[in-house]
């Protein structure tokens, strides 16, 4: 029997398939590696688009919280309504004071600005050297006219004496009197041109023409003056001051005489009384606005041509009244936040009226029926999503 041979043969059709173990572990470890790197791409890619929806707007905060925001319907009140208004502060009657008489030049200032006059006072004298000796001249003449008439009256009553007897005819008496006569009259005309040169004389004085208060000194010794030289001081008549507010058409239509105001000049914090004295009887076409005059008075804060703002209690109106809390402002101006019916946050620009410790009155911009928000304004943005806690009106 023949011992097996323990040695295989193959064909030579047959094929021989040799594998490495060492480059089957190598494909095992890459196949783990690829597989781990897919899992940690689709983590990564779920949590962008978690943090995507975290921040997009109206999540309301972090982890996506809609936050709680406390509103107000505030309706309508009725409340004091108040115009506001600015201008400028002048004298309530502004009085140029100039020469009167021919001029000539100032010897003296005797007033300077600031200083208070009565009517009549010198404010400055021009010289009147050349007007003295006129004036000495025509008095001379007065002097002379009275004398002539003196010896014109003793004549004639000499005349009326001797006409009786014959001595002088009645043809001679009727030209005594009349000589008479005329030299009354000459006097008269001396006398007349004496006063007239006295009255130029004292025309030469610069005078106040009302007590007052001076505002302005345009003069100096030494200066020629006439009646061309325009105002040499500026007179506050009575040292009334006023404001001349610039109103809107609208607002204009609120304002009449005697209603109080309250002015407040600029730089300061010191209000005062007044009251409105006359409302612009026009409107200019170009700005569609009117001026109000309201006078103060006098007080050394209010200087003319200042600047000041005006508080008019023009009666009471029906709007809405806010805390202050609710009103916020920016470079654009006066705003709040109202909650729309999806309950996003939404800006509405206001223009406030009166403010006082009752609160905001607002004159444009809501109607009074949204819901505004209270507080936390600075901490929203339009559009962002809220959840509402409505809160009573006052």
């Known amino acids: 029997m023949r011992p097996m041979n323990r040695e295989s043969s193959f064909a030579s059709s047959d094929t021989l398939v040799v594998v490495d173990r060492s480059t089957r572990r190598r494909n095992i470890i890459i196949a783990v590696i690829v597989g781990i790197a897919v899992i940690v791409a689709a983590v990564m890619f779920l949590g962008g688009k978690g943090a995507d929806k975290a921040g997009a707007p109206g999540a309301g905060g972090p982890g996506g919280n809609i936050p709680t925001v406390t509103v107000v319907v505030p309706g309508r009140s009725q409340v004091a309504r108040t115009v506001t208004a600015s201008g400028a502060l002048a004298a309530h009657r502004d009085q140029p004071v100039g020469v009167a008489g021919e ?27 050349v007007q003295s000796q006129n004036l000495n001249q025509l008095a001379a003449q007065v002097q002379v006219a009275r004398a002539d008439a003196a010896l014109a009256q003793n004549e004639y009553e000499r005349s009326e004496a001797l006409v009786g007897r014959g001595f002088v005819s009645k043809a001679d008496l009727d030209r005594k009197k009349a000589a008479r006569d005329a030299a009354n009259a000459r006097i008269l005309v001396a006398e007349a041109n004496l006063n007239s040169m006295r009255a130029q004389v004292g025309r030469l004085d610069i005078r106040a023409p009302k007590s007052g208060l001076i505002l302005a000194r345009n003069v100096e010794v030494g200066q020629v003056v006439n009646p061309g030289s325009g105002a040499l001081f500026r007179l506050a008549e009575g040292g009334e001051m006023e404001m001349r507010a610039t109103l809107s058409q609208q607002d204009l239509a609120f304002i009449h005489v005697g209603m109080p105001v309250s002015v407040t000049p600029t730089g300061t914090d010191r209000s005062f009384a007044g009251r409105v004295w006359q409302v612009a009887p026009v409107i200019d076409p170009q700005s569609r606005q009117g001026e109000v005059r309201i006078s103060i008075p006098y007080d050394p804060a209010i200087r003319p041509g200042g600047f000041a703002e005006a508080k008019i209690e023009a009666g009471t109106t029906t709007a809405p009244l806010l805390p202050q809390s609710a009103v916020l402002s920016d470079e654009q101006g006066n705003y709040v936040y109202v909650v729309t019916a999806k309950n996003l946050i939404e800006r509405r620009n206001v223009k406030v009226g009166s403010v006082s410790d009752q609160g905001v009155t607002v004159i444009e911009g809501i109607t009074g029926q949204e819901s505004v928000v209270l507080s936390a304004g600075p901490f929203l943005n339009p559009g962002q999503k809220v959840t509402p806690k409505r809160q009573a009106a006052r």
């Open 103 to 129: 001029g000539g030049m100032v010897r003296a200032v005797l007033v300077d600005a600031g200083t208070w006059v009565r009517q009549g006072q010198a404010l400055a004298t021009v010289d009147r050297s």
